[in-house]
């Protein structure tokens, strides 16, 4: 018989309703794995097994009396650069260890409305400004569970390590840059980044551009739709907010309406990068995939590269935003607890203008416009995620911290584009090498058509293009 965790999480939520598991049961079975597994994952910053308990035992009463709700009795981490009332939320950073907001966010609203059970809040890098994440609040890296001794990206790992080794069944997640996108593609999951305002965040760490944007990581694409449609209603005050037509459950449901013109690359994008040949292959048996599956798929060269003066203005952007994050939450007095990287960035941050800042922001306008330009006949984009394998421990820091955003980039630039162009984007898993180690593949949709793409990656999904490759633990 299988084990809970080892079920979907729209089977889980299947078996809460019809009485077969309580939500206690399931909320101390995962609290269960998260005591023996994550001291050597790092996935959690905070565990809360007494509020966890209490909030599935008023689950439990809700069910037992009738009550339905979408996620109603099920465990669920957050990421924690976004407030949840009464859990202790860092930010990732010690210099806020012992914050505990008084209100959610306006999407952990949505999710403790949808009835799910918040166990904790899963790890990030500090103010969400790495694609590495090792923060001094936990003393830890987070890794991947499918090799310890690299990391689970950033700066969503902590989400990421914790579906992958079944800490979690599904988690709450941001991307600014790639942030859901490449923990996703290390730990061989699923991670999506909807379409500009489909979510509005109310976190004050939200980018000054308006490209960070939350969304799911999970098992599964239908898993992943589950929570999407729960966290896909923006705010009334959101400028860029929208509703889609119809709900993403359904749509993964469904095939495509038709069979889609595809764009493929496996340029990394970024100077003079080698590509590596295991993200070639997962980009290469997609791409074939694809074209069994009726698909017109044809390579183009890759629309823009993170040139010079792309590099610079990203470096502004993150200076400017993890600036503005510090000057906002953290005390002076307590700013000697940042990390190097983070007083780096906030140095930088200091010294720039608006002109500076507005500059910045031109170039990174044009760069996402050479890429609409070129997708604009098209309805799918397929890259890569990262240009190689989940990154060795130290990896990023090993030139000092002013060699820390190129190193960054290097592994990291087939992502940020989307971020900038408002479009949506799911990783999804390719294999897993002779090493053990994962390898994913980036679809990038039309705007506002996020149902489309969820559509295609389900397809890619029931067509068998990956297998349930699981980590070492998740079997203990």
Known sequence: MSEPYELSAVAQ??????????????TEHYLGRIEK???????????????????????????????????????????????AAGLRTTFGSAALAEFRPQADTWTVGLLRQA??????????????????????????????????????????????????????????????????????ATCHLVGVKPSRGLLSSSVPLTSLAGTTIEGPIARTVGDAALLLDVM?????????????????????????????????????????????????????RTATRLQ????????????????????????????????????SLVPPGRREQLLPYTRYLCAEGEALSGADLFAANRVLAHYASAFLTALAGFDVALTPVTNGPPVPLGHFEAGGVAGIADAMLAWSAPTPWANWTGQPAVALPSHVDGDGLPYGVQLVGRRRDDASLLALAAQLETSALWTDVHPSCWDE
């Open 292 to 327: 069994e599956l009726g698909h017109d798929v044809r390579e183009v060269r890759i629309p823009a590269r993170c040139d010079d003066p792309v590099r610079s203005a990203l470096r502004t952007h993150f200076a400017a935003s993890v600036h503005a994050a510090v000057r």
């Open 115 to 184: 009835g799910a059970v918040l166990v904790g809040k899963t790890t990030t890098a500090e103010f969400g400004a790495t694609c590495f994440t090792d923060t001094a609040v936990t003393g830890r890296p987070t890794v991947t569970p499918y090799d310890p001794t690299r990391y689970a990206s950033g700066s969503s790992a902590g989400a990421a390590a914790a579906v992958a080794a079944g800490l979690l069944p599904l988690a709450h997640a941001g991307d600014g840059a790639g942030s859901t996108r490449t923990p996703a």
């Open 37 to 83: 597994f994550d001291g050597g994952l790092g996935a959690f910053t905070t565990v809360a097994p007494d509020l966890a308990l209490d909030e599935a035992a008023r689950a439990d009463h809700r069910i037992a009396r009738g009550e339905s709700a979408p996620l109603l009795g099920l465990p669920l981490g957050i990421k924690d650069l976004y407030p």
């Open 232 to 284: 896909a209603r923006p705010w009334n005050g959101d400028p860029d907010g929208w509703r889609p037509d119809d709900n993403f459950a359904d749509a993964v449901e469904r095939l495509p309406a038709r069979p889609l013109r595809v764009a493929v690359w496996t340029d990394p994008g970024f100077g003079g990068a080698r590509q590596h040949p295991e993200v070639v292959r997962a980009v290469e």
């Open 13 to 26: 939520l299947a078996a809460l309703r019809a009485g077969d598991v309580s939500s206690r049961e399931l």
